[in-house]
């Protein structure tokens, strides 16, 4: 993020862990990326729009987010093109007007939602979603042995039995790093022995001592998590250390046998909007309390 900031401009001060950023114009630059990151090339997107000049982004995130913002920002009067490349050209313009967007479906909830069907070996249909967007969890789950239906815009499961699966995070469009937690929820009662690889965020197996704790099999070893898959989980008292191990935690919960709580769900809240009550409407046991 920074190191892009910087190329077109702007000046940053990093200390004491806060940043101070400033700017009298930015200017357009060529910024080369190490690592496809999502929020990176978004955040030089939108800086770049109202850069003086061409800013030309290589080795940039194609995620439909990244598309979907460009999108959005063209419909503002910006100039952006190359979303879903590699490569991203941002010619500057002098202003941006006010528009009007719906966005694109959130496939990380979507996806959330298909393995809390899967988990629970229930039968989910997930509908205004774009199934294009879901199709590396929709190939793992069905090599795991689920039902897949597929409409032009709905997600059908039916599972039952499912058995272990190898996942790898990858850059869009490989196996989603912000599904590993849920799917690895999933694969901690499956049958058999699954490895999950994380390529993406270092120290994303936070969720793994919570899950020991309801009687997971799970080793980690780095980067990766092997899973031996047990009969069932047992309630227990967990806490969200982030996002998506709070989902993890969730799923886990549903197929749990007995009661469990999960403390600091507002991690939760920041990416699912009244989570618990989808999940009632899909017939789950659960409820938000309010602690003293």
């Known amino acids: 993020h920074l190191k892009a900031l910087r190329k077109i401009g702007a000046q940053i001060k990093d200390s004491y862990g806060c940043i101070e950023a400033k700017s009298e114009r930015l200017r357009g630059a060529e910024i080369v990326f190490d690592f496809p990151s999502v929020g990176a090339t978004e955040n030089a997107i939108m800086a770049s729009v109202l850069a003086d000049g061409i800013t030309v ?106 058995r272990g699966v190898d996942v790898k995070t990858l850059p869009y469009p490989g196996f989603p790093t912000d599904l590993q937690a849920p799917m690895l929820s999933l694969l901690s009662i499956c049958k058999g022995t699954s490895i999950v690889t994380e ?40 806490a969200a250390s982030d996002l998506r191990a709070g989902a993890a935690l969730v799923l886990a919960a549903l197929a749990a046998e007995g009661r469990s709580e999960i403390e600091h769900v507002e991690h939760i809240d920041r990416g699912y909007e009244r989570l618990e009550l989808k999940l009632q409407n899909l017939g789950a046991r659960i409820l938000r309390e309010k602690t003293a």
Do not use: C, W, Y
């Open 199 to 238: 390529t993406i965020f270092e120290n994303r197996f936070k969720h793994v001592g919570e899950l020991i704790r309801m009687g997971a099999r799970i080793k980690v070893e780095g980067r990766t998590a092997i899973a031996m898959g047990v009969p069932s989980l047992s309630g227990a008292r967990v």
């Open 57 to 162: 982004i290589r080795n940039a995130a194609r995620e439909p987010e990244i598309s979907d913002l460009q999108n959005f920002l063209n419909k503002m009067g910006a100039s952006v093109s190359g979303a879903g490349s590699d490569t991203i050209v941002v010619r500057g313009v002098a202003s941006l007007t006010p528009s009007e967007h719906e966005i694109l479906p959130d496939r990380i909830e979507a996806g959330t939602f298909l393995l809390a069907g899967a988990i629970t070996g229930g039968d989910v249909t997930v509908e205004k979603v774009n199934p294009e967007h879901l199709s590396a969890l929709i190939d793992k789950l069905q090599e795991a042995g689920a039902l897949i239906d597929v409409g032009s815009d709905r997600v059908r499961i039916r599972a039952s039995e499912l």
